[in-house]
């Protein structure tokens, strides 16, 4: 079985980006194909406007005339509506790759390069599930390029199975990330009622070490 073999790496949050050349790599990968990821990940996204998907028809020409860096402004206005729904969504995608095998390794790849591009200089960029999702795609790439030189794929069974202590740790990342989302998106603490307040203060959400967890 071609398991994960750095996912117990990264047990804090707010751990460094992947490597420059890692992201280049993946850039590299994702504009070969723009036009059909982009398009793809836009058709399959239950939080993208369904008109932006008419402007990835455009990607493969935006690519071949002004180079990667275009490419990630054009998927950061296709592929971005709103911080919270793209947070779910790409967290959706890591748990689908991680914990399932399955999902288009290339869709999720362009989805997060425009995710970390266009939130990182804002506030959001700051926040705990920013952190938490940026930690795990490094778990991701890791994984992605181990499977590519031993010849492997994504599949069931190239991730942990259910119950082992590294399914275990990647269950913890990505539960830890539903919770930071839904407690940052409960709106100003100084705005809250008082039962709201309480609910805000039982979710736990952490920038710490993250336990590990069961399925759920």
């Known amino acids: 079985m071609a398991a994960i073999v750095h996912a117990g790496v990264m047990t804090r949050l707010g751990a460094p980006p992947a490597p420059r050349a890692l992201r280049q790599r993946s850039s590299v990968r994702a504009i070969a194909k723009s036009r059909a990821i982009v398009a793809k990940a836009s058709a399959e996204s239950d939080t993208v406007d ?86 795990t795609d490094i778990v991701i790439r890791e994984q992605d390029g181990y499977l590519k030189q031993t010849g492997g794929s994504w599949s069931k069974d190239s991730v942990p199975p259910s119950g082992t202590p590294k399914a275990k740790i990647l269950e913890g990342y990505l539960q830890n990330a539903e919770r930071c989302i839904q407690k940052e998106s409960m709106g100003k603490f100084n705005e809250m009622d008082l039962a709201t307040r309480e ?18």
């Not at 609910?199 to 759920?216: F, M």
Request: aromatic residues 10%; charged residues 25%; negative net charge.
């Open 50 to 135: 369904p008109r932006r998907a008419v402007t990835a028809s455009l990607a493969a020409l935006v690519v071949a005339t002004t180079g990667s860096s275009a490419f990630v402004a054009f998927a950061e206005d296709s592929l971005l509506t709103d911080y919270v729904s793209d947070t779910k969504d790409l967290i959706q995608k890591q748990r689908d790759l991680l914990r399932e095998g399955k999902g288009d390794v290339d869709a999720y790849f362009a989805k997060a390069e425009a995710y970390f591009a266009g939130y990182k200089w804002d506030h959001k960029g700051h926040t705990n599930s920013f952190s938490q999702l940026m930690n």
């Open 199 to 216: 609910e805000w203060k039982a979710i736990v959400c952490t920038q710490g070490l993250v336990a590990p967890a069961d399925d759920q």
